[in-house]
């Protein structure tokens, strides 16, 4: 069982930065792949990036490559999401999940077993 929540959501300006943390409980964090995932109002929620277990690996949708960073630090349980260069289409609920799988499929939610409860992130132009 892994619980997962995500903090460091806010309102920022166009052009800036913020950066968001998903903090897990359990033992066995360093044995998933954390995807981050958002959902704007009245859009379906789609794929930021994702992280392999061991961190050596990333994935990025096309929106966010060059912009946002994901990292994790096993150690601490946590993984990140750094969002640079922030537009006011990134505005949504941010959320991560946990999976144990590392493939092409990890851009799709339904094979990730746990979720966090979100985070808004808002873009004002």
């Known amino acids: 069982q892994v619980q997962l929540v995500e903090s460091g959501g806010g309102l920022v300006q166009a052009g800036g930065s913020l950066r968001l943390s998903c903090a897990a409980s359990?033992?066995?964090?360093?044995?998933?792949?954390m995807g981050w995932f958002r959902q704007a109002p009245g859009k379906e929620r789609e794929v930021v990036g994702a992280?392999?277990?061991?961190?050596?690996?990333?994935y990025y949708a096309d929106s966010v490559k060059g912009r946002f960073t994901i990292s994790r630090d096993n150690a601490k349980n946590t993984v990140w999401l750094q969002m640079n260069s922030l537009k006011p289409e990134d505005t949504a609920v941010y959320s991560c999940?946990?999976?144990?799988?590392?493939?092409?499929?990890?851009?799709?939610?339904?094979?990730?077993?746990?979720w966090g409860q979100g985070t808004q992130v808002t873009v004002s132009s």
């Open positions: 999940a946990a999976t144990t799988v590392w493939s092409p499929t990890v851009v799709v939610t339904h094979v990730y077993n746990y």
């Open positions: 359990g033992r066995t964090f360093s044995s998933y792949t």
């Open positions: 992280i392999k277990w061991s961190g050596d690996n990333t």
